[in-house]
């Protein structure tokens, strides 16, 4: 029996399969809405650290 998982965008079930070609996304459509999301920084990760300023590069100082 195959593990079936859940597309990150549309919540399909998708069989993780090797004719599951888009896996973990149920299509090419799903798996590009969410390429497109993290292209415009749509997901993040939130922190408090600030980078130590020795660590940036010197055209971003």
Request: proline letters at 13%.
């Amino acid at each position: 029996m195959a593990t079936v998982v859940q597309c990150p965008c549309c919540k399909k079930d998708v069989p993780w399969t090797p004719e599951s070609l888009w896996r973990p996304f149920c299509s090419e459509r799903c798996k590009q809405a969410d390429l497109g999301a993290w292209a415009q920084e749509k997901y993040s990760i939130p922190s408090t650290a600030q980078p130590d300023p020795g660590e940036l590069p010197t055209e971003l100082q």
